[in-house]
């Protein structure tokens, strides 16, 4: 058989990636090992469930494990699998490149907190990309891998040194699985680069990362011989014979024992009390692929006619990909500690995407696909324990440890909410543990149940506004009414919110209500009486000029009124009480859906200074060019003022500059 031989370069952003791994970007190189027994795990899991699931794959998977080798004289670490193995094309493009969205983003990440010094953040933005492999050139001067297919005949023989080119070859007597082999640099204490052939180093790394591993990992050790004499006739003669060894030099008798090195149990299976918090930093870890802590547990266990353990994770802070169309979503399936499936989108609805854990059920079909996981009746019954469960310790989280809440809020706040939209069973729950920012405060969100609780006497809607940012909004002329008369109003920035405050529509019983939509009357009983003669007169006073702007922008509103929301600006722009905003119709248009445009409500402020000299300039001269050319900066002014988009941007500049000229 003739041997294909080539050098390959590797992809421009593994080349990136490669040279900031080489240069050491983060301190702990231990987790190279981590990664690699990780990688090998996963090699198990898919043997196991291949040989489960593919009737024509025919492997025995009576023995399968990782080995841990070592060679001393040579400086070489290897770490073995008999897996499900890899192909040729595997592995370039597994290996010889990172085909992951984002990674530009990535690496342009990980060089910002190398510049900064900033160890431990660099860490966590490989851990997030699953890019662990690159992890081994921090200790090697050489990788060299050997993998076999389970169901081929030929394997593959990959080789670097991280420096920008690999080379791949075939292989006839490859067995089944993954080899890789590192070839380790010196030891380097101020580079706390370590000497990673020493069995107590290697076995403090296992117990460290890798303890909960289902499958074994071996290691060969050696151990003093026992030392067995026939002719001692007494204790004293034996000790005497070994000191007389020990005084002359003589190397004393050893024996090679094959060690598992972790305990290998499954930790959703053990009581709460009986874990330490660092076993499950360390499951979560390995499922997520994220390098800090999780924020907080889940555990729990289903019984009766259905049972499950499960074990998840709230992690505490999100994932790069989070809103990414291909980023992983959904736990882990294992069947009576089988492995079964990897993000398992069935147990968790998509509003919780970011939560990682377990799942290990007693009753299910070992080859189960994802099709019929969607349809089948008690995972649907799992489904919904573990949305109650997981929101439920996000209420508990938000009622007694307020720090994490916010955590928590900040980073997956606008995931959780999308759950408003489509999961229409969990929305009083996920209601309780909404977040917004607030007039109340300037710094602290609220809830909307705190919210509710400090309602003014005879308010009955809650007040919210939407746009891009809270200085914008603040400073909004729609708040100015409000916040004269000390009314709270929810600032919601994120683009989620614009969809789902009008499709829930209540909260407690309370309408919510947009303070940029329809009419806005805050005035009491007593206040609207008092000062009806005096609204009466303005719209006698104003409704000629009224008219006439409802004409002249006809194209561009539907109606032209005086307003009762402003107080210190000459007018704004809102929507009818049902209108859909402009910024919603902007997000609809985006993914390509066709909206009618919907045309707004121009407000006019009767007590302020422009549109009282706007209406006497209309008296005196209806015609008059500088009131048209008043009455079109007067709009434009109120869009720039609610953060919307000029019609004629060069118009508006051109005319303003005009005025201010003319001032000076």
């Not at 919904?384 to 928590?408: C, G, M, P, Q, S």
């Not at 006698?540 to 210190?568: C, I, M, N, Q, Y």
């Not at 720039?640 to 005025?659: I, K, N, Q, V």
Request: glycine share 6%.
């Amino acid at each position: 058989m003739t041997t294909r031989v080539e050098t390959l370069e590797f992809q421009a952003e593994a080349r990136q990636l490669l040279r900031l791994m080489v240069h050491s970007i983060y301190s702990d190189k231990d987790v190279f090992l981590r990664e690699l027994i990780s990688n090998a795990s996963d090699a198990l899991d898919k043997l196991r469930l291949a040989s489960l699931t593919d009737q024509q794959l025919r492997v025995d998977t009576s023995d399968l494990h990782i080995d841990l080798e070592v060679d001393r004289e040579a400086r070489t670490l290897t770490v073995r699998d008999n897996g499900i193995g890899m192909s040729r094309t595997d592995v370039v493009s597994l290996i010889g490149t990172i085909a992951r969205s984002g990674t530009a983003e990535l690496l342009r990440s990980l060089s910002e907190a190398r510049a900064a010094g900033d160890t431990t953040a660099s860490a966590d933005l490989i851990g997030q990309f699953g890019v662990g492999f690159y992890a081994t050139f921090m200790v090697a001067d050489r990788v060299s891998l050997v993998t076999r297919r389970a169901g081929e005949q030929t394997g593959t023989r990959w080789e670097s040194s991280g420096e920008g080119s690999y080379t791949i070859e075939d292989v006839a007597d490859a067995p089944r699985g993954t080899a890789v082999t590192v070839h380790l640099k010196a030891e380097d204490a101020e580079d706390r680069l370590f000497d990673y052939t020493d069995d107590r180093k290697i076995r403090e790394i296992v117990k460290k990362y890798s303890d909960f591993i289902a499958w074994p990992i071996r290691m060969a050790v050696e151990r003093p011989a026992p030392i067995v004499d026939a002719d001692a006739t007494d204790d004293a003669d034996e000790a005497d014979a070994t000191a007389e060894a020990g005084e002359s030099g003589a190397a004393t008798a050893t024996t090679v024992e094959i060690e598992t090195l972790n305990s290998r149990k499954a930790l959703w299976a053990r009581p709460r009390d009986e874990v330490d918090q660092a076993e499950y930093n360390e499951l979560y870890r390995h499922l997520s692929h994220d390098w800090s802590d999780p924020l907080e547990v889940v555990q729990m266990k289903g019984e009766g006619t259905f049972e499950y353990e499960a074990l998840l994770f709230i992690p505490s802070r999100a994932p790069l990909d989070l809103y990414t169309r291909d980023a992983r979503r959904g736990v882990q399936l294992y069947v009576k500690r089988v492995f079964i499936m990897d993000d398992c989108e069935a147990l968790l609805p998509n509003y919780l995407r970011f939560v990682k854990g377990v799942v290990d059920a007693r009753d299910l079909s070992l080859n189960i696909s994802r099709e019929i996981l969607q349809q089948d009746r008690r995972i649907q019954q799992v489904r919904r324990r573990l949305v109650r469960k997981v929101l439920a310790t996000l209420k508990n989280l938000l009622d007694n440890d307020t720090e994490k809440y916010r955590t928590f809020w900040a980073e997956f706040g606008a995931a959780v909410k999308e759950g408003l939209l489509d999961a229409a069973e969990d929305s009083e729950a996920i209601l309780e543990i909404v977040s917004a920012a607030s007039t109340h405060d300037p710094e602290q969100p609220t809830t909307l149940r705190a919210y509710v609780d400090r309602m003014k006497e005879g308010q009955s809607e809650i007040y919210y506004v939407t746009g891009d940012s809270r200085a914008t909004l603040e400073n909004s002329p729609h708040m100015e009414a409000f916040a004269a008369r000390g009314y709270e109003v929810l600032i919601l920035t994120d683009p989620v919110d614009e969809v789902w405050v009008e499709r829930v529509g209540r909260f407690a019983d309370k309408p919510l209500q947009s303070i940029a939509k329809g009419q806005v009357d805050l005035d009491t009983d007593e206040e609207r009486k008092d000062a009806e003669g005096e609204r009466e007169q303005q719209r006698k006073d104003f409704a000629p000029l009224l008219a006439w702007l409802g004409e002249r922008l006809r194209d561009e509103v539907k109606e032209v009124r005086l307003s009762s929301r402003l107080t210190t600006s000459p007018a704004c722009v809102v929507g009818d009480s049902f209108d859909m905003t402009p910024a919603l119709e902007r997000m609809y248009r985006s993914m390509g859906q066709p909206v009618p445009h919907a045309k707004r409500i121009l407000e006019l402020n009767p007590t302020h200074p422009l549109v009282v000299g706007l209406r006497r300039a209309h008296e005196q001269d209806a015609a008059a060019a500088a009131l048209t050319e008043t009455t079109d900066l007067l709009y434009d002014l109120a869009l720039l003022a609610e953060g919307g988009d000029l019609r004629d941007p060069s118009r508006f500049t051109r005319l303003l500059a005009g005025r201010l000229a003319s001032a000076l």
